[in-house]
């Protein structure tokens, strides 16, 4: 089935819905409650379909659930459209301006130009040296700006080490997907995560910033360990020869580089104290970054990710119309009459998710799975904490093709990959992710 006919079937499945959410508004004016919940299940379900085939652009699909919900009055318009309010969005913003400031200014290309001259031209340490540096920066930073950063000098240190740049770019990528699991900031899905817990379970205290960094850091250490012990055997030996990235990130500010790290440094300890409210110290930061020169306005609005945001703030509508229309409780009824056992549980959200997540954005992923959790644990007896965290983790184990995330694609061009690359390199990890989430995540949070 072509692109064109998935669009055509997927644009005639939304314009029925719509018609009929006009007659349901038009007419009659409250459905019966069952109505609710297949009706919301039903944007879902095109939602997932225009997600995995991108046949309309990803913030144009998030924003349609909204607007589906809306129509079909399974949400109030006004509660449909909040979550751009929502306090995890303003986060992210302010973080987007933060770390792209660090960029900026040349502290993430002094970091990595250090990490090569630490490697003294060894395959093995320049890839432990890559993986390390690379992941440490994807906690804080954009995993995206990361490797956009990363891919220039990896490929100059390839080439005067004789290295082959396709044993280290790949492990760089997915180096990036793992760092960004170890704080509250690093990735969406964790933020995602956190604010699905605050509307569907108000009474369980969300995860801390540092939180996460308790199955993070372990996570991305196994991922280092597997490819410096056995993963680079399954490496290809592409040459990899780099000719430049449109998306190159050029330093322009060098001598406001200490203003943008102490920026960076307070932000981090003021959210990880709790001193202030996690809002508050991001926007605060995102201020300081234009107020010291560290970037301009241009730079500062230019950093935000819309994708990403539109993603994040659309779909968070999607939590509230499966609480509201009592879809959630139903899948969660369900989901426990054929899995109880909570160890069953936690591994089919795992499942799912890592599937899902190697073939659409991690961010949609995460928003489409997480509000489905939360009931799951509640009709099972369990705490939702290991099944949210077990999506969090396995929204960044996408280790599988070049399209599961951003710095996967960024990679492939450079490290001259083909498809199936990824996957032969990939799914050992993939493999040993899944394990270490269904029993890793129960010894930290308790079921």
């Not at 396709?166 to 956190?194: E, W």
Request: glycine residues 8%.
């Amino acid at each position: 089935m072509t692109k064109k006919t998935l669009s055509i079937i997927s644009l005639t499945i939304l314009a029925t819905l719509f018609v009929a959410g006009t007659c349901f508004a038009a007419g009659a004016a409250t459905p019966p409650p069952p109505s609710h919940a297949y009706i919301t299940l039903g944007i879902l379900a095109v939602a997932a379909v225009l997600f995995f085939t991108e046949v309309v652009p990803l913030p144009v699909t998030a924003m349609l659930v909204p607007v589906a919900l809306s129509m079909f009055k399974i949400i109030p318009a006004k509660a449909a459209f909040a979550n751009f309010g929502d306090q995890w969005v303003v986060i992210f913003m302010a973080m987007f301006i933060v770390g792209d400031a660090i960029f900026i200014t040349g502290f993430a290309d002094k970091v990595g130009k250090a990490t090569i001259k630490l490697s003294k031209g060894s395959e093995v340490k320049l890839l432990i040296y890559t993986m390390l540096a690379v992941g440490v920066l994807s906690a804080f930073l954009s995993n995206t700006g990361t490797v956009v950063v990363a891919i220039p000098m990896i490929m100059a240190m390839c080439a005067s080490a004789g290295v082959k740049a396709g044993k280290i770019l790949m492990p760089a990528a997915f180096a990036s997907s793992l760092g960004g699991t170890i704080t509250l900031v690093g990735t969406p899905p964790n933020g995602i995560v956190n604010s699905v817990l605050q509307k569907m379970a108000p009474n369980i205290p969300p995860f801390g910033f540092f939180e996460y960094a308790k199955f993070g850091v372990p996570l991305l250490a196994i991922g280092l360990l597997y490819y410096v012990i056995i993963g680079k055997n399954f490496l290809p030996k592409s040459s990899g020869e780099y000719g430049g990235s449109e998306e190159e990130i050029k330093v322009q500010r060098p001598h406001k580089m200490w203003w943008s790290v102490a920026t960076f440094i307070f932000v981090v300890i003021v959210m990880a104290s709790g001193f202030i409210p996690l809002v508050t110290a991001a926007m605060l930061g995102a201020c300081l970054m234009v107020i010291t020169g560290c970037m301009t306005m241009r730079e500062a609005f230019k950093s935000i990710d819309w994708t990403t945001i539109f993603l994040f703030a659309g779909m968070l509508s999607m939590s509230t119309a499966l609480q509201k229309s009592g879809a959630a409780e139903m899948i969660a009824k369900n989901v426990v009459a054929m899995v109880q056992n909570p160890y069953m549980v936690l591994a089919v959200c795992c499942f799912l998710t890592q599937l899902i997540t190697n073939f659409m954005s991690n961010t949609a992923t995460a928003a489409l799975m997480a509000p489905l959790a939360v009931p799951i644990a509640m009709q099972s007896g369990v705490s939702p904490l290991p099944l949210m965290m077990g999506i969090a983790m396995s929204a960044s184990a996408c280790f599988l093709t070049p399209v599961a995330t951003p710095p996967n694609t960024i990679v492939l061009g450079p490290g001259k990959y083909t498809f199936m690359d990824y996957f032969k390199a990939g799914w050992p990890l993939q493999i040993i992710s899944f394990a270490a989430c269904v029993f890793g995540i129960p010894m930290i949070w308790p079921f």
